[in-house]
């Protein structure tokens, strides 16, 4: 049984231009043990998706199974036990903390809710701390006094407080400075060791999620184009789109950066509000067809475990 | 540490100071007025009309009837200030609780709190007070509660803005996805971080109050058992041909004492909100 | 022999705060022949968007202004020059692309009005002509549709196109000098993609010396040809591109590079990280500023402030450790 389970999950925001579909039919699988890393541009609706699970968005339709229980019926006690299980993990280190809260009070918020005793909580707030390398004296002080890097700790610390076995983190990195970003990803892969835990990695740096995910998922416009194997995707990426951003993602060294062709996509992203007809990406595709502007292709499989979502491969 | 950061930035606005130290004043004189003037300030004391100076024991001089101006002033400092802070308090209660709902749930409970603010702000606020003092009575609470009624709105839509703000911030979102109720983020998340500015604006009601204060009992619908500082002003109008001094003095501590609220407000401002500020 | 289009001479801009002074710029050297493209890469608060600010003398003042040394632009220093020659020169000579494409556009104009205003402020052309260059200028960056657009305003355009305006803008009349500032953080991948073979494309074509200021190692690789690297304020590597990447000689370069995926290579199992952070300015180490952070730190680093040195052709590092190796 997978631990996370998308079928067919669908979100829309009516907004004044209209209904935007923000995900539009999305199904992946996330095992245990396993960090799925969930790639796009902007508007693609990666973080939507990460927050329908977190039940801080209302899906409009399809599942979201954790360990193979749907969450939109939960209330109550059983809610309370999914959200155990499943953590999240911000983009913003300066806007996921009360910035007029202690640390110690941030990180032991998830204990009090799930109705720890005041000695378990400061005992498990020190062990929390110690693991995401903060120093103990760091309870009583308040967010401002940390650098960005910290603050992601302090979040990283939150997440982990209740063990749980999915970690949702939405672009955790990108706010950061190169080396304070190198110390927080390998931090997430300690953890990972240390735990078990699962992730689900979103994030829009392609190097980023190259080198933490085991799996990655292709993300355009509220659908999938493509999931697969780390190596299968960057080795032989199928979707055009998918090729398309490899080929887009700089490479931090020169000789490889100059040996490569660079087909450089033309266009912009359509607008979430009007998108192409069929295939989303038609209006950017160069292997597009006239059956790509009529017919929406679905995601199926390939052979070799990877999926994808089109006509032509 | 965070507490003396704010004292600092506090004690940096010079005006501020002053009108803290002038507050303090009055609030003193307030609390010890049954030391300094043990007997009832409205008890005939002296001759009628006695110009200040005139007469050594009462410096400030005697009203129409011949009580001492200077222990109605010191015993009405208690009731104008009480009244201001009261009414304060309620209109922060209810502007507060509007808007915090108002902002965080948004919609239709938006819609109509927003509605309902915009109904009391198209109705002159004097009159407002006016009419709901003569319908109750006037009596002090009913004039605190009718002053609290027609200056929420301002709170209402300072909280509401800071709410809106706040409530989609990722630390909101955060406590959200852990599942606390939405009663305990608005009080413990969002509300201590949406107080500052609402803080810097109560202060200003209270000034607002002690003016509404005034022109009530200037009109003669005052509480009659209490010698505040408008009433003061309202029973020397008779004479304030003659005998202005009887209006101006208490009239110029109503000046003094709404000035320095709002040097204070001021002076909050600058140590809340240190981003606004900086270099 | 002709001048170079740019030349900066120990470069020194302060910060005046209510916290004391700090050095943003701390003596900062560098010159940039025509068609070179020279990146300047650090982390936050390293001094590089005040490094471009200065050489462009745009800096908010108060609190920062430059104390000391020389920006050559065309063989003429600009330091001493007053505000008004400046306005000639910024946009005719020397231009800039900023980070935020929409902000840096004026909202309630139309994207003709910006770049005509550009051409006649800096050029003899009437108002017809630098309308039909207006739309010249937007073909040549590549805008999609060019003449639609020249009726739009920035918020009808979206971050790439915005972008291409700026572009389009600077470069209107042919400036010798290009200063980009992270001109692709905001951007998408692939829209980052396009403004980079752009901006390459347009370089080419008109000889143009360019600084490429950027926190992004990956697109350091892309673009430049030759790399100065900044920290706390001051130059501490410089390098042609294949050597820096080659063969970094400052621990904190190596220590970049390292905490840089590279997809496509092999995989690292784990992310060579630098402890610590970047220091506040106003809390620097008595020696040199890395030291704290550094793996390869001696009792020297700490007493003592290293200075530039050419270990080799075309090469300069202020390291301690490096010298001696």
Known sequence: MSLLSLKDVRVQFNTSGGIVRAVNGVSLDLAVGETLGLVGESGCGKSTLGKAIMKLVPAAGGQILVEGVDIAPLSGEQLTDMRRKVQMIFQDPYGSLNPRSTVGRSVAQPLVLAGWKPDAIAERVETLLRWVGLPSDARQRYPHEFSGGQRQRIGIARALALSPKLIICDEPVSALDVSVRAQVINLLEDLKGQFGVSYLFISHDLSVVEHIADRVAVMYLGMLFEVGGRDQIWKSPQHPYTRALLAAAPIANPKLARARQRTVLQGELPSPLNPPPGCPFNSRCPMAQERCRAEKPVLRPLGNGAQAACHFV | ?279 | MKPLPLEVRDLRTTLFTRRGEMKAVDGLSLTVGPGETVAIVGESGCGKSLSALSIMRLLPDPPARIVGGQVKLNGRDIVPLPEETMLGIRGKEIGMIFQDPISSLNPVATVEKQIVEVLMTHTELGRGQARVRAHELLELVGMPDAARRLDAYPHQLSGGMCQRVVIAMAIACSPSVLIADEPTTALDVTVQAQVLALLKKLQADAGMAMIFITHDLGVVAETADRVVVMYAGRKVEEASVDDLFDNPLHPYTVGLIGATPTPGAERAERLADIPGMVPPLNALPQGCAFAPRCKRVMDRCLAERPALTAPGPGRLVACFAAEGS
């Open chain 2, 1 to 279: 540490m965070q507490r003396f950061e704010f004292l600092g930035r506090f004690a940096r606005n010079r005006g501020a100071l002053v009108g803290a130290g002038l507050i303090l004043v009055v609030a003193l004189m307030a609390i010890l007025a049954p030391v300094f003037f043990p007997t009832d300030p409205l008890r005939i004391v002296g001759l009628p009309e006695l110009w200040p100076g005139e007469d050594s024991e009462f410096p400030l001089g005697t009203d129409s009837l011949g009580r001492d101006i200077l222990a109605m002033i010191v015993h009405g400092a208690r009731a104008t200030l009480l009244i201001g802070l009261f009414a304060s308090a309620v209109a922060t209660i209810i502007g507060v609780g509007v808007g915090a709902i108002a902002g965080y749930f948004g919609g239709w409970v938006d819609e109509i709190a927003m509605r309902a603010a915009e109904l009391f702000q198209t109705i002159p606020n004097l009159i407002f007070v006016l009419t709901i003092v003569v319908i109750l009575g006037s009596t002090l609470s009913n004039i605190v509660i009718a002053i609290g009624i027609v200056s929420w709105t301002p709170i209402a839509r300072m909280t509401r803005a800071e709410f809106l703000a706040l409530r989609d911030r990722e630390f909101v979102q955060a406590c959200r996805s852990m599942g606390m109720s939405d009663f305990r983020i608005i009080l413990t998340e969002i509300l201590p971080n949406a107080l500052p500015p609402v803080i810097v604006l109560s202060s200003l009601v209270v000034a607002g109050a002690i003016l509404f204060e005034s022109a009530v009992s200037f009109l003669g619908l005052g509480d009659p058992n209490v010698a505040s500082w408008g009433r003061l002003v309202g029973d020397g109008r008779q004479l304030i041909r003659s005998s202005w001094y009887i209006c101006a003095i208490p009239g110029i501590a109503i000046m003094i004492t709404v000035l320095c609220l709002n040097l204070v407000g001021d002076g909050l401002n600058d140590a809340l909100n240190p981003k606004l500020r900086d270099r």
